[in-house]
């Protein structure tokens, strides 16, 4: 099974449908990111915690929430999908520390919104 | 902004070494350099960093240049699936805020036979 766990790997939805994406994982890291990837281009951050009191905003935080249900978990939601929002996206993990430490990434949810 | 500038790709033989470079003119005394590479859409794959000593792992090997200005990303031997888009990250000091890794476009390296 893979350390970081994204739900759904596909999803299709409408306009103005709300939607949640969910991220699960196995390595007890206390820290979890979302980005959103559009083609050719690199990843862009959306919100990060660095533990399940602390949410904060990345770069392009407008038009998304999310919830740290527990250190395991973050869930992304798009309250109303619209279609520029329409991208890859890909959560992650890491362990608080000293700065050497790496990223743990998920196999990515290929969000379309039509 | 990214703080990292590099080529938008590169190509290499396979069985040759591929070099990387990247741009970090503004980096900060206590900062690391990472690499990461993404291959095809999967998610991001951690390779290797650095802070100011050259490293090297089972994947590659990291040169940082004295002022620690730039970097050179090194796959001693490239072969086809080494193929991806190759980040270079300069990672914020720690316990500050913003220190989550903050891509740019990376390298698109395409290891031909």
Redesign the interface.
Known sequence: DAD?TQTPRNRITKTGKRIMLECSQTKGHDRM?W?R?DP??????IY?SFDVKDI?K??ISDGYSVSRQAQAKFSLSLESAIPNQTA?Y?C?TSV?????T???????T?LTVV | DAKTTQPPSMDCAEGRAANLPCNHSTISGNEYVYWYRQIHSQGPQYIIHGLKNNETNEMASLIITEDRKSSTLILPHATLRDTAVYYCIVRPLLNQAGTALIFGKGTTLSVSS
């Not at chain 1, 050719?40 to 951050?45: D, Q």
């Not at chain 1, 608080?96 to 050497?100: D, F, L, P, Q, W």
């Open positions: 970081v990111y980005y990837q050719g281009l690199g990843l862009r951050l990060y904060n990345g770069e890859l890909f992650a608080s520390g000293s700065g050497n790496e990223a743990f990434f998920g196999q990515g290929r």
